[in-house]
C-alpha cells in the first residue's frame, strides 16, 4: 500500500506530530514499507496457534498476599515524638 505526502499529512495531523517539508519527503516510503511489513504478516496461517498475550512465558516475581495481625496501638506509637492517646500528635501544615 503505497501513501502519499497528503496521506503522511493526515496521519501526522492526527498524531499531532509536527512534520517538516523534509520528512514530509520521506516519509510516504517509510511508512508504505512498514505497512507491506504488516500485509506480510497478514498472508501467515495462524489458525492453530493459540493466542496470548506476551510473546515468552511470564511467571510473576511477587509474592503472594498475606495476612498478618496488626501491631498494637502502643508498639505503633513507641517512637512517636509526641502522641496524644493513641494519636500522633504532628506540627500544623495548613492553617485556616
Known sequence: MALGREEVQDI????RIGMTDEDLNVMPEQLSHVLEMFQTLQELDTENVAPTGHSVSVDTVMRADESHPSASPEN?????????GDLFRVKVVLEE
Open 12 to 15: 501526522a495531523a492526527l498524531c
Open 76 to 84: 505503633v506509637l513507641a517512637n512517636a515524638p509526641q502522641r496524644d
